[in-house]
């Protein structure tokens, strides 16, 4: 399935494009004279376990995205994804890129400034893939830092985190949901669940290394920032219990995703762009 199939999911608003490929120069211009949203999603090509493909966080991210500009054309543009991350520590993992920390943040900014060179100021950097999301932080103020546009750094997970803890969860918190896990293979459950092979889903829950050190991708990881190599602590590939994954909380999970977006843009769109002003001391005025 390729990435603008998910287009068909819903239907067409037949004035507006929701994606800027589909889209010739002159409606760039103007979508981006509207002020509508840009959204950049980014996600790997990463192993996760015995039973889901390596493209589960692109295929996630994109579907999000591409839904969120479907459902809203007035206020969002969707742009193609960025389909390779910053994926160091599974390397060791047949199926899994990884682009340097540098080169990624480049990239990214690269992509996001040549949007603000097109009159966007609003952008919305969509993550679908844990380890890029440091660097995609570091971009988004890199944006604000060097062009005259408004950007912000989002897991997606964050959008659906607190209704999936609260009323589907099942897997043990913390270490029951990190990667290839519950909520994950859920989501995957719900967009193609032929593609994916229950029959190899085990449970290998993420480590708690210390009573400050834990990971979990809904319930929030701890402050203290540690990282290993998988490879070194675990076998599968799996962080969590992709066991407890069913294609209905998958459709919750999209559902929850794709609201929570578009409430989040238009929050963003709301936000006041003033003029920065300095306060700074001038030794050449009053001369
Ligand atoms: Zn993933």
Request: with cysteine; hydrophobic share 40%.
């Amino acid at each position: 399935m390729s990435w603008k199939n998910h287009q068909i999911m819903t239907k067409a608003n037949p004035n507006q494009k929701a994606q800027i490929d589909d889209m010739t120069w002159p409606q760039v211009r103007d979508a981006a004279q509207q002020g509508r949203i840009i959204m950049i999603p980014m996600a790997a090509i990463e192993q996760h376990g015995y039973h889901l493909p390596v493209d589960m966080d692109n295929r996630a991210c994109f579907h999000m995205c591409a839904q969120a500009a479907r459902r809203r054309p007035d206020l969002l543009l969707n742009t193609p994804l960025l389909p390779y991350g910053f994926n160091e520590h599974n390397m060791e993992f047949p199926g899994t890129v990884s682009i340097r920390m540098q080169v990624f943040i480049d990239y990214l900014f690269d992509v996001a400034h040549s949007y603000t060179r097109m009159g966007f100021r609003r952008i919305m950097l969509v993550n679908g893939h844990g380890s890029n999301q440091m660097l995609a932080n570091l971009v988004a103020r890199r944006v604000v830092n060097e062009t005259p546009a408004l950007a912000m750094a989002i897991p997606y997970w964050t959008l659906s985190s607190k209704p999936f803890n609260e009323s589907l969860r099942e897997s043990v918190s913390p270490g029951g949901t990190a990667h290839a896990c519950e909520y994950e293979t859920s989501i995957y459950l719900a967009l193609d669940p032929e593609a994916v092979d229950m029959s190899k889903a085990v449970k290998e829950l993420a480590p708690r290394w210390s009573k400050w050190a834990w990971t979990d991708l809904t319930a929030g990881s701890s402050d203290v920032h540690f990282v290993d190599n998988y490879s070194r602590y675990n076998e599968s590939g799996v962080e969590g219990d992709p066991t407890a994954a069913s294609a209905e909380k998958g459709r919750k999970i999209l559902a929850w995703s794709i609201e929570n977006l578009i409430d989040l843009a238009k929050d963003f769109s709301e936000v006041e762009m003033r003029p920065r002003r300095s306060q700074q001391y001038d030794p050449e005025a009053n001369q």
